[in-house]
Structures are given as C-alpha cells and as structure tokens.
C-alpha cells in the first residue's frame, strides 16, 4: 500500500515539495551519480599513477646517475646523496601525495584517521610501487628513446636529468686498471683515469675487474680523479653499456690521460 | 501497521515516488532548523538554507546509498550548506586547513554524563552560542541538541572520532569560560 504524506504537513514542507513538482528541484539521474564516481575514480588512478610513476624516475634516476651508492662510502657519502636528491621533485610530489589524500578523503577509510596516517599509507603504498616499477625496463627504454631523440614530450626531461653529472660521484664501467689507476668509460665515452690512494675506500671489496660497472667518488679534474671510494655495482643496477660502447683503442687512451697527470 | 524506516522510503523516492519525500521532510523538519537555528546562529537566512538541504537532497537522492543511515546523508548534506553559508556571509572565520585532523590524539571515551549536566551545558551553550567557534559550535550542537554519538558526528563532519573527542572537551572548556566571564560581567 503506497503511503500517503501526512495530511497534516507543515506549510514548510509543502512549500518543498511544490519547489519540487514545479521542475525547481529535479532528482538527478542514478547515471549521473555513476558517472561521476567513475570519473572520479579515473581521477584517483591517474594521480596515483602518476605518483608512482614520479617516485619510480627518482629511484632509476639515482641508480642511473650512481648517486644511489654514495651512501655506502660513508659521511661524506650519505652528504653527497642528500644534497643531490632532486629535491624540486620531491617537493613536488609531496604536494601530489596531499591532493591525493584531499581526493581520497570522502571515504570513510581515510577521514576516520588522522590525516597523517593515511598520508604516510599513501607514501609507504607509493615507495614500495615505485621501487617495482623502477625494476622494470620502462625508464631504461623511455631514456634509450629520448637520447635518440625519439620520445615526445618527456624526452627532454629524461636527458636533463638522467644526463646531469654530479661533481663527486662518477659512475662508468672499468676498461683498465694496475695496482694504483683504474680507467673508465662513462656514459659520454670519456676515458677517465682513477686514482687509487691509500684512503680510497672499498665498501664491497677490491675485486674488480675489466668491463666492471662502478661508481666512484671523488672529485674529477679534466680527466682524472682522486678517488675517495670506488665500488664494484651490480649490472641490473646500472645498465649494461653495450660492448661496443668500450672502443677498441680504449687502453691507448687510458695510458694517455693517465700520462697527461 | 509498523512505520516505514527512512531508508525504505528514500528507496521508494528513488523508484520515482516523489510524494514520499514529503514524509521524510516532515521528519526531519523541527531537527534541520533547530540543528540550523544553533549552528547558524543569528544568520537571518537559516530557514532559506534548511530548504535548501531538502532540495539539495532530492535532487543527490539517487546517490544515497538505502543501506547506510539517512539521517547521516541528510545531516551531511545540512553540514555543507550551513559551512557554505557561513563562507558566503563572511562573519566568521573557517580555516581552510585544520591542525585537529592532522595528529592522532589520544581516543578519548565518551563520556556517560548525566542529564542534568547535560542540561547545564545546553543552558550554558544557548546563551553564548554566537561566540563560540563555528568548529566547536556545531560539534556542541550535534553532541547536546542532536544527541548524537562521536561515531555519527564523525560521519557528519567527516573527520576523525578522536577529533570529535578533542573539539568537544575544547568547545566546552571555551563554552565555559564564555559563560562565566559573561555572568561575572553582570555579577
């Protein structure tokens, strides 16, 4: 049986239901509502998208550029690493992380803590997907693309900062060495000679050998340096420079530069 | 026969009874305008805005879900129209960002207090209502006029039970020292 209003309604409520029988108030449609939850959703992914995404660049950026190992060569090491995070970016992205959480905050899950719990979620959640994505072979090839000038859009930005060389950490792969100087090639091509001192320090060992990825600390003059560390890196930590990348007169030059010092 | 519960009744204006609605109005009408006669006080247009929730309601009803509690949608809708119309007048301050909800605070249980002290402080918050705080004004006024618990304020206003706790103790510690300054002041 239909329920019939109240006959006795208040003068309020009619003067609500005839705003709303004479077309003043229209119910809007449950498509309407489905839509714009789905938008919305679409909203939420791609910022988060995007925030894994910018957090996955600064991991392959700091492996990419050696900084990621500073840290192992000690004080000075973990100083270098700070002031070179690329802290624009990460600012950047805090601001991302909050917007995210301002979008996020008509769920119950979220508005029902304090702010700062579902912020550090979204961070933790974001850190651990970047690290995967990082992993994978997307910035690698999108570098690969942009150096050939071949990525639209985000081409330069991959060469600006993926190119940025820092004054004090070096990263290249070993062409050379004796007992004292160890030659590398970096990323441009250059042969760079690296000293050996008795305070150089070896966080993972002395092994190394030719065609060796490392990452050397120190302060690079021309085409030497003085090394304050030099350590051996993975090769899924540092692309493999193809071997056609080490020229064949590679030696040669490493006698060279080591000569002109 | 049993009275149809809210929820049911929202399903049945979402089926295109619009008739219906009317019941829900008149539920709901003496509490709208005693929770906008409170929270908006000495705001001329309050009645205006109180019709503007129902309306607001109808036209979003599609989007309620039957399954949650209608007078936690409603009193949402109600909360955002009346913090509108706080912004559109310009009175009173409403900081775009709010420390309480950034920190956990300690969860502060609720306190079983008896009547008469709960007639002292809607006493006590009917005389000095438009000196205190719209962020603690409105959290009094769903505590001591809306009886409602820190769970459903928190669903109201969006924020966390906690912070609930927290603005209540404040608002009644400030609604304190208003009225004791204000009858020292006529002593």
Redesign the interface.
């Known amino acids: 049986m239909k329920n019939m209003p109240n006959t006795s309604q208040s003068k309020f409520c009619d003067q609500v239901l005839e705003k709303i029988s004479s077309g003043k108030a229209k119910m809007r449609s449950k498509s309407y509502f489905i839509l714009r939850t789905t938008l919305f959703l679409f909203e939420i992914l791609f910022v988060s998208f995007l925030l894994v995404y910018l957090i996955s660049f600064i991991f392959f950026l700091l492996h990419e550029t050696g900084i990621w190992f500073a840290p192992s060569f000690g004080l000075r090491g973990v100083q270098i690493f700070l002031t070179s995070l690329p802290w624009v970016f990460i600012f950047f992205i805090f601001l991302i992380i909050i917007f995210l959480e301002i979008l996020l905050k008509r769920y119950t899950m979220v508005y029902k803590h304090p702010f700062l719990y579902s912020m550090f979620i979204i961070f933790l959640m974001s850190l651990l997907f970047g690290a995967l994505l990082a992993n994978t072979s997307l910035h690698r090839n999108f570098l690969r693309q942009a150096e050939k000038g071949e990525l639209p859009l985000v081409g330069s930005f991959y060469r600006g900062f993926c190119g940025k060389r820092f004054s004090e950490v070096h990263p290249g792969r070993v062409v050379d060495f004796t007992q004292n100087v160890i030659c590398i090639q970096n990323k441009n091509g250059d042969i760079v000679a690296v000293f050996i001192e008795p305070n150089t320090k070896f966080p993972v060992g002395r092994h190394i050998q030719k065609g060796d990825h490392v990452v050397i600390m120190g302060n690079r003059e021309q085409n030497h340096i003085l090394a304050m560390g030099i350590r051996p890196v993975r090769e899924e930590s540092l692309e493999p420079i193809e071997d056609e990348v080490i020229s064949d007169d590679a030696k040669e030059k490493c006698d060279l530069v080591v000569k002109e010092k | 026969m049993p009275e ?1 519960t809210d929820e049911i ?1 929202a399903q ?1 204006v ?1 089926a295109g ?7 829900l ?2 539920r709901y ?1 003496e509490k709208m ?1 005693r929770y906008s006669r409170r929270f908006l006080f000495g705001y001329e247009e309050s ?1 205006d805005v ?2 503007e929730v ?2 607001k309601a ?6 309620f879900d039957t399954k949650q509690k209608f007078s936690s949608w409603l009193y949402r809708i109600a909360h955002n129209e009346f913090i509108n119309a706080i912004k559109k007048k310009g009175k009173e301050a409403l900081p775009f960002f709010d420390p309480d ?5 300690p969860v502060a249980k609720e306190d079983t207090e008896d009547e008469v002290y709960r007639k002292e402080i809607r006493k006590m918050l009917d005389d000095c209502l438009s000196q205190i705080n719209p962020k603690y004004r409105e959290i009094l006024v769903l505590y001591y006029f809306e009886e409602m618990d820190y769970k459903e304020i ?2 109201v206003v ?6 609930v706790g927290v603005r209540l103790k404040r608002g009644k510690d400030t609604l304190k020292k208003i009225y004791t300054k204000k009858h020292e002041k006529y002593a």
């Open positions: 149809k009744i049945e979402q009874d619009t008739e219906s609605f009317g019941i109005v008149s009408e305008k009645q109180v019709q129902f309306l109808y036209i979003h009803i599609q989007s909800v950034l920190f956990p605070h928190s669903e969006h924020i966390p039970t906690s912070t």
